[in-house]
């Protein structure tokens, strides 16, 4: 088996380029780069940092996260070092990682959104992802519910940074496609589908829920069928006419799960609840992408994007 991520895998994304489609999801691998103590990051075209806020968050009580039968549930309620710190003690060591790194945005509001922005960007991180659909904390959810409220913050942000690409990770859940059609119109170069699903776990004996918030998002392979599919109409109907590249992150656990994703239409494929599992997953799921290239007579994955027979 090859040492290193073979030329078939190199793709890109708005301009930047990844030795491999895989990118390590948002809060699945440390702050920045704690992965790359247990993984060997060149099989990843890119990791993403914690979602980072104006303010350290402690996030929310135990239990916050619990296993399910098709995947867990997290409720970590956004906890981070806040992004000054981040800046600070952090970012320098993104300029010796062996992949792409993408600074995660989150915020209360529009202003909070650019002024984390502005800062990642001046800290020299490769992209952007704005996370507008956080389940685990009181407003997390509010721009990625509304086409209108989306727009709004994307297009402050693309107003604020010079940084490609700005990519938005949209919720699952709401009308996808709708919300696509909002953020590639106010400027977004790229989009991350999907974070995790709201959802809940109760113990019947306490009757209690089992995570202290009540509920929490899901991921893991449960969510991925579903994830298919929004990818699928996404590109079919947004992304593909307008040439703005997907980031299919849902339930992916080996090759076959990651070349769904490619041949719904995504351009890279986000790896997070399988990090968990096996840190060292992007190595084996890298080298079946390869083979997979090989078998289907194709001299890079790109050919491959959204080429779903149907
Ligand atoms: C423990 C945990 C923490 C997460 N934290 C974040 C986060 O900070 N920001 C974010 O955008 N998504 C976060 N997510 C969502 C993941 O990035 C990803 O969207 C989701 O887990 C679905 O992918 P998967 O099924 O491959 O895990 C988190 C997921 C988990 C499991």
Redesign the pocket.
């Known amino acids: 088996m090859a040492a290193a991520p073979s030329e078939r895998l190199s793709t890109a994304l708005a301009g930047c380029s990844l030795q491999t489609p895989l990118v390590a999801?948002?809060?699945?691998c440390g702050v920045l780069d704690e992965l790359a103590e247990v993984s060997d990051v060149r099989w990843l075209g890119a990791v993403t940092t914690?979602?980072l806020t104006p303010e350290s968050r402690e996030g929310n009580a135990p239990w916050r996260?619990v296993e399910t039968k098709g995947?867990?549930l997290?409720a970590?309620g956004?906890a981070n070092p806040g992004v000054d710190a981040f800046v600070r003690e952090h970012a320098p060591r993104a300029r010796a990682m062996r992949c792409a790194v993408i600074g995660?945005v989150a915020g209360h509001g529009v202003e909070e959104f650019v002024r984390v922005a502005v800062a990642l960007e001046g800290a020299g991180l490769h992209a952007i992802e704005l996370?507008v659909s956080?389940p685990n904390t009181s407003d997390g959810r509010m721009f990625g519910s509304d086409p209108v409220l989306l727009a709004s913050v994307v297009r402050a942000v693309r107003a604020a940074v010079r940084v490609r690409p700005l990519i938005v990770?949209l919720p699952p859940d709401g009308d996808p496609v709708a919300l696509a059609r909002a953020a590639v119109e106010a400027g977004a170069d790229a989009l991350t589908l999907?974070?995790?699903f709201p959802a809940m776990q109760i113990d019947p004996e306490s009757r209690r829920p089992a995570l202290s918030r009540g509920s929490g998002?899901l991921?893991?392979p449960g969510?991925h069928p579903i994830v298919v599919r929004i990818v699928r109409e996404v590109h079919r109907q947004v992304a593909g006419p307008a040439a703005v590249p997907i980031i299919g992150?849902?339930?992916?656990l080996d090759w076959r799960d990651a070349a769904e994703l490619v041949l719904a239409g995504a351009t890279a494929v986000?790896?997070?609840?399988?990090l968990?599992v096996d840190p060292g997953s992007p190595r084996r799921i890298a080298q079946g992408l390869d083979a997979w290239c090989a078998r289907q007579g194709v001299r890079s994955i790109q050919e491959l994007v959204g080429a779903v027979q149907a």
């Open positions: 999801a948002a809060g699945t914690k979602s996260v995947g867990m997290n970590i956004l995660s996370n956080c990770k999907c974070n995790t998002g991921s893991g969510i992150l849902g339930g992916v986000g790896v997070g609840t399988a968990l």
